[in-house]
């Protein structure tokens, strides 16, 4: 059978923050032909369930929730007339840019884009990654997957519940399922520190006595059909449990806010380029993978701390897919960026020669550096300098390259941390 | 008494002295978003507070928000409070579901649309 391919100019994969803002500068470059995908029903991403506030202070200068900030985008998108095809899974994408799709609406679909934007975000480490032994129970849910219980389907997981990492949604988490009702006994993680910010450790764990272990983890999980409890045990620095130091809590619910990967399956699929210490594509200035017009944004990029960030990273993605469709992407020879000491998984990975265009370098800190200064150079010249009182991994680092700067690299870019 | 400041990632630990209630003196912060944090922290902590509640005629809870901060001693009263309201589908998003909580003067809204 003769499948009718639909021809589109530019398709977005994902209508989360990145999709939704990637779409609207397509669309505002004067790209009609552009369609969008959404696995859920509803467009927003992960903002719908983020209830809490403080999103978009940089973008907006205002403090929103999650689904404040995301209807922004979703009223501009609606007003633009910019097509969002929801309840539709992308089943793979390939190189020469045909994507197939499924959905109940429309069954198999196949489309051919001139470009595509990947912008599919980010999924949480599941207990399986931990390698934490005990039973298999009920109870264990990822913290994300409990946030979405609670804020979008109004079911609450459990009502004594301990959380293992302190990340930033672990940490919301904490306080959410104190305000709806449960017990939290411990938050527990297993650095000396913790990746989550200042703001959220007082405010989501200080404000309810909801003590924090550091250096300690789970070391067994009890229970047959719902979990009954957990030990907790300290850590030496190798990371390994200290026998004698064991506690044991009695709960029903372990939340996981153990890190974010992104969900690359489709990339990979297309032959994109993925790197080791991001988890995401390799890209360059205008963030094009290693095929041509595949481009990708947002959390299926790296990991983002601010959805401000992703957004606009995201309407560079779309300008440039929309540049890229009308054959007006300077696309030639690129200069590599490299992460020197001090430094993990830049992006982007290398800048396009001779273009004059600024460039924010974006990258993790890979320790805690008090009162030090990021270096970027250009072979041995010094291109960029920015002082500041802390670096840390759990806020991502960004240092603006001036056009003029740009429009000069010959050699190979470095970036560094020194210490002071 | 010492506080940890929250206005970026440093985590400046803050002592600071109270007389009869009122700030006397900040010392450990670094810039001064810190004192103004602390002065304020010490004396009136203020926090925003978000929920999400049940919507008759709806299968989704509503996600709602105080419109500003209030004191942070009536979080709890707070939440009691939006725990007895009633409210049918649909409700727009902005729209005050609960005047002046707990007298704080501070109107709580809904943060999105339920249909």
Redesign the interface.
């Known amino acids: 059978m003769e499948r009718q391919m639909k021809q589109v100019d530019v398709l977005v994969i994902g209508a989360g923050p990145a999709g939704l803002a990637a779409a609207i500068a397509a669309k505002e470059d004067g790209i009609d032909n552009l369609l969008v995908l959404e696995r859920e029903h509803n467009p927003g991403g992960i903002l719908?369930q983020c209830?809490?506030?403080g999103f978009g202070l940089h973008r907006f200068k205002e403090?929103f929730?999650g689904?404040?900030y995301a209807?922004r985008d979703i009223d501009r998108a609606r007003e633009l007339g910019i097509e969002i095809q929801t309840d539709t899974t992308v089943l793979s994408v390939d190189g020469d840019h045909t994507v197939t799709c499924v959905s109940s609406a429309h069954g198999v679909e196949v489309l051919s884009a001139k470009a595509i934007v990947l912008a599919m975000g980010c999924r949480e480490r599941p207990r399986g990654a931990l390698g934490t032994p005990g039973t298999r129970c009920a109870g264990i849910y990822s913290a994300g997957t409990a946030q979405k219980f609670?804020?979008?389907?109004?079911y609450m997981p459990g009502k004594r519940v301990v959380i293992l990492g302190s990340g930033d949604i672990g940490l919301i988490m904490a306080r959410r399922m104190t305000?709806?009702g449960a017990k939290v006994l411990a938050c527990v993680e297993l650095m000396p520190f913790s990746s989550g910010?200042?703001?959220n450790?007082?405010?989501c764990l200080?404000?309810y006595d909801i003590p924090l272990y550091l250096s300690h983890t789970v070391i067994d999980i009890k229970g047959r059909e719902r979990l009954t409890g957990v030990t907790v045990a300290k850590v030496d620095e190798n990371r390994q449990p200290i026998p004698g130091s064991e506690i044991e809590f009695d709960c029903d619910t372990l939340l996981l806010s153990v890190g974010l990967i992104p969900e690359n399956e489709l990339s990979e699929g297309a032959g994109v380029k993925l790197s080791p210490l991001t988890s995401g594509a390799e890209v360059d200035d205008v963030l094009q993978t290693n095929v041509p017009g595949i481009f990708a944004c947002g959390n299926v990029l790296h990991v983002h701390d601010l959805v401000d960030h992703v957004s606009n990273e995201s309407f560079r993605a779309g300008h440039a897919a929309a540049a890229y469709v009308r054959g007006a992407l300077a696309c030639g020879e690129t200069i590599d960026v490299r992460d020197g000491a001090g430094v993990r998984g830049t992006v982007p990975q290398r800048i396009r020669k001779g273009v004059n265009e600024s460039v924010d370098l974006m990258f993790r800190p890979s320790g805690v550096f008090?009162n030090a200064t990021c270096v970027v150079t250009c072979g041995e010249r010094e291109i960029a300098r920015k002082k500041a009182?802390?670096f840390?991994p759990?806020?991502m680092a960004v240092i603006k390259l001036k056009p003029e700067i740009v429009a000069s690299l010959d050699e190979t870019v470095t970036v560094t941390i020194e210490r002071s | 008494m010492e506080i940890t400041c929250i206005n970026c990632p440093v985590g400046c630990r803050l002592n600071v002295t109270l007389e009869n209630g009122q700030v006397v003196s900040v010392t450990g912060n670094t810039c001064k978003r810190g004192e103004v944090y602390a002065r304020q922290e010490c004396v009136d902590p203020q926090r925003m507070v978000t929920a999400v509640i049940p919507v008759r005629g709806s299968a989704m809870p509503l996600s709602v928000k105080t419109r500003t901060p209030i004191p942070k001693k009536l979080i709890k009263d707070c939440m009691k409070a939006l725990a007895d309201v009633q409210l049918d589908a649909p409700v727009e998003a902005g729209r005050v579901v609960l005047a002046n909580v707990c007298g704080t003067g501070v109107d709580v809204i809904a943060t999105k649309s339920v249909p």
């Open positions: 719908r209830i809490h506030n403090e929730t689904p404040e209807q609670v804020n979008l389907e109004g305000l709806q910010l200042n703001r450790i007082v405010q200080n404000d008090r009182p802390i840390t759990g806020e």
